[in-house]
């Protein structure tokens, strides 16, 4: 791996010098909005993005952030709004299934990253491996990645980084636009379709959407249809506001419905074949299966002050997760969860190139089981934290850093879990091209419940779950690196990351003579922790010799161990495995042109290398071969005397329909095909995404 890195950086630097040579000093644009950090052709001091003292410059920001545009999301297949980004350089994704994804960055995940939607952060029992994102993908206009410990400004759980999820700016004052979505998938059958209106009226803001998505089983050429992968999504939201001189204050309200069937992965000892009770294209709930019902109200507002801003936010949300093993009509396990977050905050107008702010935030929550078999005990939590950031800008450079201190009580045998974290980083502006940016920052996350208290079954990862309730509080510190370049031929990065972390918490197997407790069919596994260091990088290029055609490469890697240990334990559990990802993309027409609009084909490639660096004690993880997939993706701006009235996008996934196992995917270690010799389910074959969205836009002196 030492020697993919140095080429890697070698072909960085000679396409930088390249380019420099050209001594062009006006960025690239084109038509496309797509921002990501890696391949953005915008200027740099066009992109904003979400700081902790307010907006920033990206070019100002000195922890790595990625940022994934709303026609990158249109362009993008996919089944729910974490799959939508996990193809992101350092971004991974723990799957179950279709419909269930859970995000990993550099490496780390579960209650390691925080998902904020809609101000607020997501809670819905992300300790599971098949609880996913309860969020509405249709909701998302763009995304953030924080990559790195970002604790300081959203506390515990945020050790590993961040993703927030934006939803569609406010429309200008007199707009109101309405628009229609609607995709189909031939590999599930997925059907989704999606209705928005929203506008301006005299400061009136509303905005109104109504989801629903479902879909049959998948299938893959080695076991055809898999049993229990089907599901049902619904959601709506209803935001209603007021913007005035003075600021603004939002009212948002939403639900999420969703039925996903789970994957048992049960064989005929004879032929191999998965075990159904039912038809394989169903779209109808089949047993064992979830009911999970996300409720959630959001109250944002925004003061404006002669120096700064004051800004306050109050948020509930209600998570419902049902579990049906034998009877449809009666659940087995019900999880109850009641969450309120809050966040107070002040930010400063920047004044001689200063900027600051301060603030607090928190939340309390309370989990009730109402169902016959408990997985975890009942608990009530609640946290606070209080932070304080500066940032100077100084010529060509600019300075930032904070301190915060976190308390987190837990009724479960009463514990207190505190930490005070910090960051500090800096980055340097060389010149209109070049930006180098240097960052460290100190981590913090309590244990949760699951890893603490557990006991039990856990259905739809086919293990029996054991907690420990002595665990400590992970602490970490990451240092970042970071080289990014943009010129008019070429838009390159590399970013580098050292993450130490102590008391590092993973699930283990257990073995028969463990003394824990076995159950027939299933697995033991047990919480326990270490002292681990992650090492790793992203390395992207853009290379666009012409306004027409992007040769796009990246590369990620994360290397990560616990330490002092043999080799069956060194490696840490579910840990992505090396991927380089390349796209030739050719765009076919531009902006003016009357019927096909910002037209282009696209071919894509994904390489995700073999993971021999596996946690081995007692065959906790199993060795994932290497595989590589291609993709084609076309699409189009529909034009009718000048105004767009459609766009359209035709996606192969998978195209040469390779049968394969991504390393995160807990569906790898379920029952052996005896037929075959292989072990669990694989992921998805060949699948066809047809998608159209159609956009109404009008003012009010129409209606």
Not at 182 to 198: H, I, K, M, P, R
Not at 473 to 498: H, I, N, P, R
Request: charged share 20%; aromatic share 10%.
């Amino acid at each position: 791996m030492k020697k993919i890195s140095f080429i890697l950086l070698l072909l960085w630097i000679s396409y930088a010098v390249a380019a420099q040579e050209h001594n062009h000093h006006q960025n690239h644009e084109h038509p496309n909005d797509s921002t990501d950090v890696f391949f953005r052709h915008l200027k740099l001091n066009e992109v904003v993005v979400t700081g902790v003292v307010g907006d920033t410059k990206l070019k100002n920001s000195t922890a790595p952030i990625s940022i994934v545009s709303g026609k990158e999301l249109r362009q993008t297949a996919s089944t729910n709004i974490i799959d939508a980004i996990a193809r992101q350089p350092g971004m991974a994704q723990i799957t179950t299934g279709g419909g269930i994804s859970k995000p990993i960055i550099r490496g780390l995940g579960y209650n390691r990253i925080i998902v904020m939607n809609e101000g607020i952060r997501q809670e819905g029992q992300q300790w599971g491996d098949e609880h996913g994102i309860e969020i509405d993908a249709q909701n998302v206009n763009s995304v953030e990645i924080l990559k790195g410990p970002a604790s300081l400004m959203y506390g515990s759980d945020a050790m590993a980084g961040v993703v927030i999820l934006h939803g569609s700016p406010i429309q200008p004052e007199g707009e109101m636009k309405a628009s229609l979505s609607t995709e189909y998938q031939t590999n599930n059958g997925l059907v989704d379709y999606s209705l928005n209106f929203a506008g301006n009226q005299k400061g009136f803001v509303w905005d109104g959407r109504f989801t629903d998505k479902y879909a049959h089983a998948y299938k893959n050429k080695e076991d055809g249809y898999v049993p229990g992968s089907q599901f049902k999504e619904r959601a709506g939201r209803v935001m209603l506001g007021l913007n005035r001189q003075w600021g603004y204050t939002h009212l948002t309200g939403s639900l999420f419905y969703q039925t996903p069937s789970i994957i048992e992965g049960e064989r005929d000892e004879t032929t191999g074949e998965l075990i159904s009770d039912g038809p394989a294209k169903t779209y109808s709930a089949a047993l064992p299966f979830q009911k999970i019902h996300h409720y959630k109200a959001v109250w944002d507002n925004s003061l404006n002050l002669p120096r700064g801003w004051l800004k306050a936010i109050v948020g509930y949300q209600q998570n419902q997760r049902r579990e049906f093993e034998d009877d449809a009509d009666e659940y087995e396990l019900y999880f109850k969860l009641h969450t309120i977050t809050y966040d107070v905050r002040f930010l400063s107008q920047e004044f001689s190139g200063w900027k600051m702010a301060a603030g607090a935030n928190g939340m309390w929550q309370q989990s009730l089981n109402l169902g016959e078999e408990m997985l975890i005990p009942e608990y009530k939590l609640f946290d606070i934290g209080a932070y304080a950031t500066v940032s100077k800008t100084l010529h060509r450079f600019t300075f930032n850093g904070g301190l915060r201190a976190d308390n987190r009580h837990l009724d479960f045998h009463s514990r207190n879990f505190s930490g005070v974290t910090g960051s500090i980083g800096a980055v340097w502006n060389a010149n209109d091209h070049l930006n180098v940016r240097l960052n460290l920052a100190r981590g913090f996350r309590a244990p949760n419940m699951s890893e603490l208290g557990s006991n039990g079954v856990h259905e739809g990862t086919q293990r029996y779950e054991v907690g420990n309730p002595n665990l400590k509080s992970e602490f970490s510190w990451q240092a970042d690196l970071g080289l990014d370049f943009t010129s008019k031929y070429v838009s390159a990065q590399v970013a580098l990351f050292a993450n130490r972390i102590q008391n590092y918490i993973f699930a283990a197997r257990a073995n028969d003579m463990s003394g824990m407790p076995q159950q027939p069919g299933l697995r033991t596994y047990y919480y326990t922790q270490g002292d681990a260091r992650l090492l790793g990088f992203e390395a992207g290029v853009d290379f666009h010799p012409i306004h027409s055609i992007h040769f796009q490469n990246t590369f990620s890697f994360v290397d990560a161990q616990q330490l002092h240990l043999e080799e069956e334990a060194r490696y840490l559990p579910m840990t992505p495995a090396p991927r380089w990802t390349s796209e030739l993309k050719y765009e076919i027409t531009h902006h003016g042109h009357k019927t096909l609009n910002n037209a282009f084909v696209a071919l894509a490639l994904e390489c995700n290398l073999a993971q021999n660096h596996y946690y081995k004690v007692d065959d906790t993880e199993t060795r994932t071969p290497a595989y590589t997939l291609l993709s084609l993706t076309a699409g189009t701006d529909l034009n009718i005397k000048k105004k767009k009235v459609a766009e359209l996008y035709i996606t192969a996934d998978n195209l040469l329909n390779t049968a394969y196992q991504n390393h995160l995917n807990r569906l790898k270690y379920c029952d052996v095909n005896n037929a075959t010799g292989r072990q669990g389910v694989y992921n998805m074959g060949r699948n066809v995404t047809f998608k159209v969205i159609i956009p109404l836009n009008f003012s009010s002196s129409i209606i």
